[in-house]
């Protein structure tokens, strides 16, 4: 059974956006599905978030899939871990150049080991938006040249998140179906 972990990102929680409805969906596909809560705003740090990931282990089969905040994470998770196959949705590597955003996730952003990253993960896919409002596009366009691969573009689709109509996310779901 193909294992799969959705992180969420800062002020974020497992029961908003596309994530609920992704979740049933693989599981209704035969996975194991996790979508962890971390603490956010309050007590958000990168320590904090690995010590919820210790109940999720994590092997060559994993399937793991950020957004926002939740890329840097799975980043700082792959320097030392191995998957199957990682989905990185509205990601980011560096500071924003947003305060508000920037002193919460000031933890989880430093300078990557992209060489071990690369190594530690078969596949990585990578969605943004041209019209984020949080993460601007040249965020995402540097994660993919540090990852090696190509980025793809959603017209309109914001932040992927409710507010931008993104209850479900269909197109996720298919380059997920690919590497299942």
Known sequence: MVS????HGAYGSPSENWFPW???ELRDAGCEVHVPAFPTPEGQDLDAWLAVMDAHPIDDGTILIGHSLGVPFLLHLLETRRCGA???VAGFASSLGNERFDSVNA???RSFDWDAIRRNCR???LFHSDNDPYVPLT???ELARHLSVRLTIVK???HFNERAGYT???QLLAAIREKL
């Open 4 to 7: 799969v972990i959705i992180v």
């Open 22 to 24: 992704l979740a049933g």
């Open 86 to 88: 990682a989905f990185c």
């Open 107 to 109: 933890s989880f952003l």
């Open 123 to 125: 596949s990585f896919t």
């Open 139 to 141: 965020k995402a366009q």
């Open 156 to 158: 309109g689709a914001g």
């Open 168 to 170: 479900a996310f269909p």
